[in-house]
């Protein structure tokens, strides 16, 4: 008797005593649906930036607000033409060699002549002078070190380029280090003992590409997955009800919108994009397709863009007879089959939009079925999403439903210079220009003065609330599922860090 | 063992020759699809590269620039051709990463998954097939048919979310997505085997039935064999030609079209590469993956020729 007894003890204090033993958990698995398959900031910058393998010159915290990256310090000359940058002493890339202006200024001007951020903003040179960085412009620019904190600008080491020049291995300075990298699915990551700052609590980490939300809500549920980006609307009211981890939807600065060509005789007259937007089931698409009812968009600008949003703008509502009574001024008469005819021409039209984010299909339709309602006939057209910028480019649009990132840099003004800025944009206003919105965005671009900030961006919003070139629907939430034992997570609302770094296991 | 081997050779000459002659014209035929398909190419790589928040048309002239896409199409083709003479597939024209790193990664994967769910599968139908094939029209055959139709039409897509949400959200036996290890093959393999043994066990069954009528197994059996050594020595091999020729047809299918199954499970695969590829119009990853889809093809018929003759004697005169 004794015997079975004294074995149940030991195994019993081993099991105790092993418990005891068992280490917190040092590593941590996120799964988002982006595959990475490039060396290339310019392509893979988003994601290099998020695990924080290679760093910006200038960073930015959650609100958006600039602080010091590699740069210490920043400044510009009087007529804001010369920006210098001072850089951080002591920083080692990945492979052990120095950061310097050389490393810096090499990146910089790659990321320079290819597509990005930096091909827009007025620059005229790039130097290293006495171990500084010095960007000179064409004309002032003050949102220069918001570009400088995107993710098409991280620095990667001179050893991350082939001797043809080409981005051949991922090499940067961030806390973290890539330890292996399978395209397009995965990237190990190892604490990076030498960091310049604190050094992640962290020891290693995985980053996961699953493309179907299916799999990542799964990937949650059973753990697989410590922290899971973009949820579908299924998945994540489903893992609400999980009990080992934790759901959350952050605002962010990104809004599906109606992009109309106003240079088609429809919409060139604003009455008809007002009609357009009365005819949209905001509250309808924010709660049954993106499930999210406070996300209804009665103004372009988001609530997570800082600076940007205002609650005093009278917002867009939907108005099915003021639709209808609109295009009736416009001379549109209903035909025998209910759809609007003037001058012998139909009220049909096609609409373009893409399948990579799947609700924008889903709203189409919907668009597709309430616009029918106020005698519109909408063809959707379901593409690849070049196809809107190629159809802006040979003037063939009528009208494309995507989403667009204002938050894209800490400072929205580079995205909406280049939507609203003179000749309209691909992703922009398409067929219309405004004087007034022109010079009040060139006055945002170059001045750091808050109050003619504050009046531009005022005058901005007004006029796009009233003139609607483009037409916002919904804003987007991102949906993110974590472990609830996982600490120290913060979800950033311009998506460029996953905040790896500051977390750590309770248990 | 001689007329095994010189017949070994001449199918060996026989399928090289073929491998040139497929090269070259999945190379052009690719080529001519992906030309033939609507749209600006340009368009298609800038979004492919740089994702819809960067891409625009001053992006997609910069390709275009980039790539010499404005040069005649006879001089892109000429161009690659060459390259293919030095045996080099050329440069990702989206990720800028050499296709022939990419392919060899994602090719690697394909097989694994592939030769996961061949051996799950023939570790389901062999056993099925034979059993319900010594008793055909009995209980177990009817039944056997009636869920070989059933699995046979659930989707894989479906059947591995089922599988995912069994053994891996409740049991927990088996990871969700990913390839760190071996476990992770479990799960994919099984979703794509059972899908496969659904049709390759009633193929082993019509083949053992057919060999179990046949004369010759009536004349083994009049000898005296006993029917443990009439099925083991006669009826198994004879049987097998057919399933091993089903066995490489269904590798063929597996290492392109497990597109889904691959994406369900985050399995870094060739197909998916492909799919991929052919959105983002990245000419020259789709000529490489399928030249080396075309070229598998070859080989896995040479791996079935060569089985089947040293499985029936009589293909070797």
Known sequence: ?507 | MTIFFKSAIAVLATRGLQAVIVAIIVGIVSFAMMHALPGDAAYRIAAGRYGYDMMDAAAAEAVRLELGLDSPWFVQLWNWLGQLAQFDLGNSLVYGTPVVDEIATQLGYSLLLAAGAVVTSLMIALPVGIATALNPNGLLDRVTMGLSVFLRAVPAFALGIVLVFIFAVKLKWFPVAGFRGFENLVLPSFTLGIGLAAVSNRVVRDAVVDAMNSDWQMFARTKGLSMRLTLMRHVLRNASLPVVTYVGVQLAYLIEGVVIVETVFAWPGIGHALVHAIFGRDIAMVQGTALTLGLLYVALNLCVDLACRGIDPRERA
Do not use: C
């Open chain 1, 1 to 507: 008797m004794l015997k079975p007894l004294s074995a149940a003890v030991s195994i019993a204090l081993a099991v105790s005593a092993g418990l005891a033993a068992a280490e917190t958990k040092s590593s941590v698995t996120i799964a988002s649906p982006w595959e990475v398959a490039s060396y290339d900031p310019a392509v893979a910058g988003y994601a290099i930036q998020k695990l924080q393998i290679m760093e910006n010159l200038v960073d930015a915290d959650v609100t958006g607000s600039l602080r010091p990256g590699l740069a210490t310090q920043w400044s510009v000359s009087d007529n804001g033409l010369v920006w210098e940058f001072a850089l951080r002493e002591g920083v080692r890339f990945h492979d052990g060699s120095v950061f310097d202006a050389t490393a810096a200024v090499f990146a910089l001007t790659r990321a320079w002549e290819q597509p990005g951020v930096l091909k827009k903003a007025p620059i005229s040179e790039i130097a290293a002078l006495n171990g500084k960085v010095i960007i000179t412009l064409e004309t002032p620019f003050a949102a220069l070190p918001a570009f400088l904190a995107h993710a098409t600008t991280i620095i990667p080491a001179t050893a991350a380029f082939d001797a043809e020049g080409k981005p051949s291995a991922l090499i940067g300075t961030g806390p973290f280090a890539v330890s292996a990298f399978t395209p397009p699915q995965s990237i190990s990551l190892v604490r990076n003992e030498a960091y310049w700052g604190e050094t992640a609590k962290l020891e290693s980490a995985t980053y996961l590409a699953a493309g179907r939300a299916e799999t990542r809500a799964l990937l949650a549920e059973s753990g697989d997955a410590d922290i899971v980006f973009t949820l579908d609307a299924a998945g994540y009211s489903h893992l609400q009800h999980v009990d080992t981890i934790e759901t959350s939807a952050v605002p962010i600065p990104r809004v599906v919108a109606l992009k109309v060509n106003a240079g088609h005789p429809f919409f060139n007259d604003p009455k008809a994009r007002q009609a357009l937007s009365l005819a949209i089931p905001r509250d309808g698409i924010a709660r049954a397709i993106t499930r999210f009812p406070e996300a209804a968009a009665n103004q372009l600008f988001p609530p997570a863009l800082s600076g940007w949003y205002s609650a005093e703008i009278e917002p867009l509502t939907t108005n099915i007879e003021a639709a209808k009574a609109l295009l009736a001024d416009l001379g549109w008469v209903a035909g025998d089959d209910g759809i609007l005819t003037r001058d012998g021409e139909r009220f049909a039209i096609t609409l373009r939009t893409f399948p990579d984010r799947p609700e924008l299909p889903l709203i189409a339709t919907a668009l597709q079925d309430q616009w029918r309602e106020i005698g519109i006939d909408l063809e959707v057209s379901v593409a690849n999403y070049s196809e809107i910028p190629a159809g802006h480019q040979d003037g063939s649009l009528h009208v494309a439903l995507y989403a667009r990132n204002y938050g894209l840099t800490p400072d929205p003004i580079g995205s909406v210079l280049q939507d609203f800025g003179q000749g309209g944009g691909d992703w922009g206003a398409m067929g219309w220009e405004n004087q007034k919105v022109a010079d009040a965005l060139r006055i945002i671009a170059s001045t750091s003065d808050l109050d003619q900030r504050e009046a531009g961006i005022a005058t901005v919003a007004d006029v796009l609330q009233q003139e609607l070139p483009v037409i916002p629907v919904v804003w987007y939430q991102h949906t993110v599922s974590v472990d609830k034992n996982l600490q120290g997570v913060v979800i950033d609302p311009l998506q460029r860090s996953y905040g790896l770094s500051d977390m750590y296991w309770t248990k």
